[in-house]
């Protein structure tokens, strides 16, 4: 969704194609990533992405649609936590170049809502 001009919109149209007891997870580099190195972690990284998300307003739009939120915060996997610093070096590896966007679990780049839509 931080690469659409009308993600708020889309996201509404999404949400109004869910079924009752249906879920859905959305995703989203956090404000947090703007304070973060350059190099794979800053919001900035990608030039694609043109609209910083919260929280706050995610779960807002859920909410204004049925929706009930299960679980909000900051992408925090174990299993990607152990991944992230094999995916660095990989990339290092493959590519041969420096990024730092195989650590963003670490670095709590992520956010996201769950959430299930009423009955």
Same mark, same amino acid.
């Given at each position: *969704?931080?690469?659409?001009?009308? $993600?708020?919109?889309?996201?509404?149209?999404? %949400?109004?194609?869910?079924?009752?007891?249906?879920? *859905?997870?959305?995703?989203?580099?956090?404000?947090?990533?703007?304070? #973060?190195?350059?190099?794979? %972690?800053?919001?900035?990284?990608?030039?694609?992405? *043109?609209?910083?998300?919260?929280?706050?307003?995610?779960?807002?739009? %859920?909410?204004?649609?049925?929706?009930?939120?299960?679980?909000?915060?900051?992408? $925090?996997?174990? *299993?990607?936590?152990?991944?992230?610093?094999?995916?660095?070096?990989?990339?290092? %590896?493959?590519?041969?170049?420096?990024? #730092?966007?195989?650590?963003?679990?670490?670095?709590?780049?992520?956010?996201?809502?769950?959430?299930?839509?009423?009955?």
């Amino acid at each position: *969704i931080e690469h659409l001009r009308n $993600s708020l919109e889309v996201l509404t149209e999404v %949400l109004g194609k869910v079924k009752s007891g249906g879920r *859905i997870y959305v995703e989203f580099p956090s404000p947090r990533s703007l304070s #973060l190195p350059r190099g794979g %972690l800053n919001f900035f990284d990608d030039h694609s992405h *043109i609209r910083i998300c919260h929280i706050q307003e995610i779960s807002g739009i %859920l909410l204004s649609n049925n929706f009930k939120i299960i679980k909000a915060g900051v992408c $925090s996997s174990a *299993i990607r936590k152990l991944i992230s610093p094999i995916q660095f070096f990989r990339v290092m %590896l493959i590519q041969k170049k420096l990024t #730092l966007a195989g650590l963003w679990d670490l670095f709590g780049f992520a956010d996201f809502v769950y959430a299930v839509k009423c009955e």
